[in-house]
């Protein structure tokens, strides 16, 4: 169990350029979700896989917002036209199959548009 | 749509002292509360998972409880350290696609 892994660690990024983030979870994870969290706030879902299938979406996730997992492996969210309200840190988790399974985080992308 | 509450938003106390986490939420249909850690900075680390058909759960110094019909968790830390200064956060799913957090409370136990 080498933990949730997401990459990069930051991003710094002018506002109107797109970006993307990726999330290796545990490898037996079949369910990966992720989160954005803003500083004194707990974190917000934005979407969730069951393997490669994405099952649920948020409001919050306008159409800038694309999340994909191919395989059903590592997952990639990618902004568009990134706005400094975008401004944030991005967490991945993950978790096994079965309704009572904890869930696992990565360290997050921290990302700033300035 | 389920609201998360979390009080105080912040606790300040001496090391050594026993303390008491508040969550509380508004639907009571839930699958299961987790409790978590997060340190500045980093990612959430999962404390504690309690079932909807559970009461309570321990680990070590810290023991969560859970009453679905009024809708609030408690966490209970027994004779805190310094090392455990940082933001507990609980939530809370409905089922297993999307949790729901609470805002945290900032713990800092002062040695």
């Known amino acids: 169990d080498t933990g949730v892994s997401q990459d990069p660690r930051h991003k710094i990024t002018k506002r109107g350029q797109n970006v993307t983030f990726r999330c290796d979870p545990i490898s037996e994870h079949n369910r990966l979700y992720w989160y954005r969290q803003t500083l004194g706030q707990g974190p917000e879902f934005l979407t969730y896989f069951q393997n490669e299938a994405q099952l649920e979406k948020s409001r919050l996730l306008s159409d800038r917002f ?22 944030a840190m991005y967490l991945c988790a993950s978790s096994l199959p079965g309704g009572n399974s904890p869930l696992h985080f990565g360290n997050g992308t921290r990302l700033t548009v300035t | 749509k389920q609201e998360v509450t979390q009080i105080p938003a912040a606790l300040s106390v001496p090391e050594g002292e026993n303390l008491v986490l508040n969550c509380s939420f508004t639907d009571s249909a839930i699958y299961n509360l987790q409790w978590f850690r997060q340190d500045p900075g980093k990612g959430l680390t999962s404390l504690l998972l309690i079932q909807s058909s559970q009461r309570e759960q321990t680990s070590g110094r810290l023991n969560a409880s859970l009453d679905k019909s009024s809708g609030r968790s408690t966490l209970y830390i027994a004779a805190s350290q310094p090392g455990d200064s940082a933001t507990y956060l609980c939530a809370v799913t409905v089922n297993f696609n999307k949790f729901y957090f609470g805002s945290g409370t900032k713990l800092n136990v002062k040695p």
């Open chain 1, 66 to 87: 694309s999340a994909e997992r191919p395989k059903g492996s590592f997952s990639t969210l990618e902004i568009q036209r990134t706005e400094q309200g975008d401004s």
